[in-house]
Structure formats: C-alpha cells, structure tokens
C-alpha cells in the first residue's frame, strides 16, 4: 500500500462544475503539500498547510490530521485548470516529499 | 527573479552510458532536491543536497550519485544507463529552515535506448 493515495485518478468536468480530489495517507507527516502539474512536467506548489484550511483564488484545500485526510477543491471549475493535482506528504526531520500518483483532471468547455 | 532552471531540456541515451544533469536552485534558497517521474506515477524521492553534503537518501541505488557547490547549484550523475532509467528528472529547490515549500524545475527528460 503506498504512504499517499489520492482519487480519484482520473476526473472530467464541465465548466463551472465544483470538483473535490481526495487524498490519504498512512504517515506521521509536518506538511501536506498540493502541487499541480502541466503536460510537459513543470510542477507548481499551490498549497503547503498543517492543519485547517487555506484558500487561493477558486482553490481550497483542507486536512484533518486526526483521519490523515485533505481534499482539493476547485471552485468554478475553468478549461485552464485542466492538469494533474498531485498530492506529497513531509514529515518531522524527514524532508523528503512522499508524493501520490496524481489525479489527472479534464475540464471540458 | 529567477525560479528553477534545469538543464538540458531533453537528452537520448544508450544503456551503459553516463549521464550528468544539471540544477540552478531559486534565488535565496540554498536545498536542492533531485525527483525521478516515470511516465504515469508521481515523482520519487532520489536525495536532497544542503550544504553540500547529501544529507538524505532514497531507495535508488549507488549509480545515482550527486554533487552540490558553493553556490547552491547541483548535479545529478547516472552511471551505467538501464532501459527503466528513461523518466522525467525533477529538481526542486527551498529554504532550509524548517519545513518550506519547494520549487520545481521544468525537469530533464532522459530517454533511453
């Protein structure tokens, strides 16, 4: 079983819709991190939280430390937003990201 | 500013060769951390360089070495090339103190044949 499990792996969405992705883990952890990855590879951090929640535009993104849990949540759900939202996980003097597979989302017009 | 920069871009290969990939880190960080993403999976955890030393470690074995220097920049050395070495090589950069987020390059692509 791997340390981080996000779903769902794959996702389509019409414009506007709200979307919601998962994500687990099975670790002690400091931080949660959200990252978003565009075809061609760069990935960009969008949230790094411990606890509670944080908003970034149409982004939220939640943890409950107590269930080992986070979800991303996009609002207003966009074309642009189409990529793949990766969730990783660091933990104590462990710096090293533990990262999940990726949930790839399609955002249709 | 400066983000991340990685270089090259692209590189093909032959197994048995050697490889030497290059990271620049942002500006005012001095940790840089070396991923491997095979097609399809989420990156894997090589090693992170901080001052200079590589200071922790994946389960990647001992053809995969690196170097950092005085100015933060790093390297990441592949000996002896295998078919299942052919993956995008991330490098990400941060800021030592405590728990910071980290940077992205673009990455390398190897391919390997």
């Known amino acids: 079983k791997n340390e981080v499990e996000q779903s769902p792996q794959n996702l389509t969405a019409q414009e506007g819709e709200f979307i919601t992705i998962n994500c687990s883990y099975s670790v002690g952890i400091s931080a949660l991190h959200w990252l978003q990855q565009h075809p061609g590879g760069g990935i960009v951090s969008l949230f790094m939280l411990s606890s509670g929640k944080k908003k970034h535009g149409r982004l939220i993104a939640t943890i409950n430390i107590q269930e080992k849990h986070s979800s991303l949540h996009i609002t207003a759900s966009h074309p642009r937003d189409s990529a793949v939202y990766i969730c990783a996980v660091s933990g104590g003097s462990n710096y090293k990201l533990t990262f999940g597979k990726g949930t790839l989302l399609t955002v249709n017009p | 500013d400066a983000g991340v920069t990685q270089s090259p871009t692209h590189l093909i290969k032959t197994r048995g060769q050697q490889v030497t990939l290059r990271c620049s880190p942002k500006?005012?960080?001095?940790?840089v951390s070396w991923y491997q993403q095979a097609l399809g999976q989420g990156p894997q955890f090589i090693f992170q360089y901080y001052e200079e030393e590589e200071r922790q470690r994946g389960n990647f074995p001992d053809r995969f070495s690196g170097h950092q220097f005085p100015n933060y920049s790093s390297e990441l050395n592949v000996n002896a090339l295998l078919l299942g070495d052919s993956a995008l090589y991330l490098c990400?950069?941060?800021?030592?103190?405590?728990?910071?987020?980290?940077?992205f390059g673009d990455g390398t692509r190897l391919s390997i044949l």
């Open positions: 990400a950069s941060s800021r030592t103190m405590g728990h910071q987020p980290q940077h």
């Open positions: 500006s005012g960080h001095d940790t």
